[in-house]
């Protein structure tokens, strides 16, 4: 299999590329990747790249080394802490990367190894799928430090385990291991560290070799529903114009007829009548 690396465009966050599977590291090893606010900054530049390139269908999001993330650099935290008007503007930066991420139109992934913390959970949370090793670990710890997160990585954590243990995370700020994050729904699935990045990298090529025209649509839709008040059949009826000027359901069944593997083509750059 071939890789090929992309240019770092942004710093501390870089991306490689394995056929159409990209994936976005969080590079700042030595700060167990802690999350400084220009690399909030360019989450959204560089996730609007991604989203334009067709021949990326799956992004999987990752930390450098042994950790996912520490969260927000702690360095940042205090001078916004002594610039009102500076907190603002950053705290801006954070959910812009969060959100961002969230409304990412492929499908994407959380590979976390290591401690996912604060402003690392909240990259975690704003990805579709997460998946983590047996050594991870979480924490989200806004009442150790006296801040207040934004409503949006809130709302996410509430929609994924309810507001009970939302409420008991957030209140004592306390770890938890990869097995108690699968109990309450944090994560997926828990794999052995052992073969870990394999098992991601053959998940992500999994999705990879599927509709994207699909995915995308079924993402679209699942998100439109969670998030309530949108005209679902406005989105819906998008979608199956996508799929009427698409050549996706015919390769498809012919594929699934003859017994191989089908070789889908849509990108969302099919215009419409």
Known sequence: MSVEQQPDLTGSLRVERSGAVATLYIDNPRRRNAVSKDMWGQFATLL??????????????????????????????????????????????????????????????????????????????ACDIRIASERAHFGITPSKIGIVYPTSGIERLVHLVGPGVAKQLLFSADFIDADEAKNVGLVRSVLPVQGFWEEIEKYAQHLAGRSALSIQAMKAIVDAIAV???DLEEVNAYWQQQMDVSDDPTTGITAFLEKRAPEFTWNRTVALD
Do not use: M
Not at 58 to 80: K, P, Q, T, Y
Not at 108 to 119: H, N, P, Q, R, S
């Open 48 to 125: 609007y790249t991604l989203a334009e390139d067709d021949s990326v269908r799956v992004l999987v999001v990752r930390g450098a080394g042994e950790n996912f993330s520490a969260g927000a650099d702690i360095s940042d935290l205090r001078a916004i802490l002594h610039d009102a008007e500076s907190g603002r503007h950053d705290g801006g930066h954070v959910s812009a990367g969060e959100n961002a991420l969230a409304a990412f139109p492929k499908p994407t992934i959380a590979a976390i190894d290591g401690y996912c913390v604060g402003g690392g959970w909240q990259i975690a949370g």
């Open 228 to 230: 309530g008040g949108i």
